[in-house]
């Protein structure tokens, strides 16, 4: 079935470092692809989204670019900061008898210090 | 505007008990989905539901039962409970049965199984 893997965390991190987080996945069809980001004490939201090969999602200096061709969605942001201190959610989404369901990785525990 | 709103937000029950939680997804959405987050795990799809039917489930026994009611809003049934049933079940809404797109959490209802 379909899967989405993600590094394991926690990532501890200084202010103005760089971030990658990765993840793959495995799908049957062709689905959409998302960052969830799920604060302390907060909900999950979305942080960004990626429909087709090669879209890159973008929001909050994060981006993630859709590669089907290495089936990934890797998470960077060029500097971080304390408030991006978070849990990280890789998702995809696809259509499913006559519905879709949306199957999240694990999540990945991101720690900035200042 | 209200967002996704979920009901209780905390709860204790034994094994063998039955709970009901409620949700309540953003006016104008018609898909309301249901999950189950583990500690230290993503999200696990368990049920869809638009326009009142059944459009999608996870691997759940039958345990767990959901339905819609016309003012798309929802409830999920759990019956017979284990200790690892635990968890937080949150509640998300989006517009279309076939919309792949952004998925809008409630905060959860946290479910203590003693």
């Known amino acids: 079935g379909d899967s989405v893997t993600q590094m394991e965390g926690p990532v501890t991190l200084s202010e103005e470092a760089f971030l990658t987080i990765n993840c793959t996945y495995t799908a049957t069809g062709y689905p959409s692809l998302f960052w969830y980001v799920q604060y302390p004490g907060e909900g999950l939201q979305l942080l960004l989204k990626a429909t087709k090969a090669d879209d890159k999602g973008s929001n909050k200096g994060f981006e993630a670019t859709y590669r089907k061709e290495t089936t990934s969605f890797h998470l960077e942001k060029g500097s971080v900061q304390v408030s991006d201190s978070a849990v990280y959610f890789c998702?995809?989404?696809?259509?499913?008898?006559?519905?879709?369901?949306?199957?999240f990785g694990a999540g990945t525990r991101l720690f900035v210090k200042a | 505007d209200a967002g996704v709103t979920q009901s209780p937000t905390h709860l204790i029950k034994t094994r063998g008990q039955h709970v009901t939680l409620r949700c309540s997804p953003i006016s104008g959405h018609k898909s309301v989905s249901w999950y189950q987050q583990v500690l230290g795990q993503g999200p696990q799809f368990i049920f869809q539901y638009y326009e009142k039917e059944e459009r999608g489930r996870g691997n759940f026994p039958d345990r767990f039962s959901a339905r819609q009611f016309p003012n798309y809003s929802s409830e999920l049934n759990v019956n017979a409970l284990l200790l690892g049933d635990s968890a937080l079940y949150l509640c998300?809404?989006?517009?279309?049965?076939?919309?792949?797109?952004?998925?809008?959490f409630g905060e959860g209802s946290r479910l203590t199984v003693l």
């Open positions: 998702a995809l989404s696809e259509v499913d008898t006559g519905g879709f369901k949306t199957i």
């Open positions: 998300a809404s989006s517009f279309l049965a076939r919309d792949t797109g952004e998925l809008f």
